[in-house]
Each structure stands twice: as C-alpha cells, then as structure tokens.
C-alpha cells in the first residue's frame, strides 16, 4: 500500500508540473496570435501581470494590453515570444515557475530580438486548474555590445 501511494504522489506532482509548464508554453502561441481573452483566462480574476515595474492587473487589462497598439504592432511585424522551460515548485496548490523568455519580431525578410528577460509566475490551483496569479517579468541586461566575447 505505502508503494502505490507513494507512486500516485508522485503521479500526482508530475501531473502539477506538466499542468504548470503547459500554461507557461501556451502563453507564446496565444498572445502572439492576439488571443487576449484566451491569454487573460491564464491568469486568475484578479491575478497581475508586471513588466518593468509597470503593473496590469485583472484579466481585463491583461486583455487590454494584448489589444493595445504596442502589441498588435508587434504582431503586425509577425512577433514570436519564446519561453523557455520553466524550473517548476509546487507547494500544494500554489506553485512556482521562472523561466527566461525571448521576444522577437519581423524586419521584413529576418527577426530581430524585441527582448530578452527573466520571468517569475506564481500560481494557485483553482477548481483543478493551475492558474497564474502573478507574473513579474524584468528585461534582462545588455552588458556589452554584439559580438563581444570578452
């Protein structure tokens, strides 16, 4: 009895992590198509999203800054935003993921890089569901210019 229950423990904590991750990998592909209530379902009601210091809180202004003209400008230069895989904690039903992410949009014929930064979420599990109630993400230094290896 103690190996099965250990087992579907840690069935159970695999699932959490796959869960975690899948909600960290969808936000990319939706935001990038300019999904912005299916983005803003990612987060819980009240949940906030803080970029450079600069807060959106709720899923409406989740929403708003997808719709916003920043954003559809990055999509109309066709944008990708790359998340990389995510170190996952999960804490019953709350969970932790940082991962680093990767902006990037069109110049016409190639992509430049928008954006390199570092991202913190912090979820809570809600009827089932790994939702993110805090995201903070903060742009990565450039410490040098291209090209240097020193």
Known sequence: MTTDTNLSARLAALEDRAAIAGVVASYGPLVDAGEADRVAALWTEDGSYSVDGSVMAGRAEIAAMVRGSHHQGLIRRGCTHLLG??????????????CQSVLMAGTGDAYEIVRLSINRFEFVRRDGHWLIERRVTHKLPVTGPAGDTA
């Open 85 to 98: 895989a995510p170190t996952i904690t999960v804490d019953d039903d709350s969970a932790t993921a940082t």
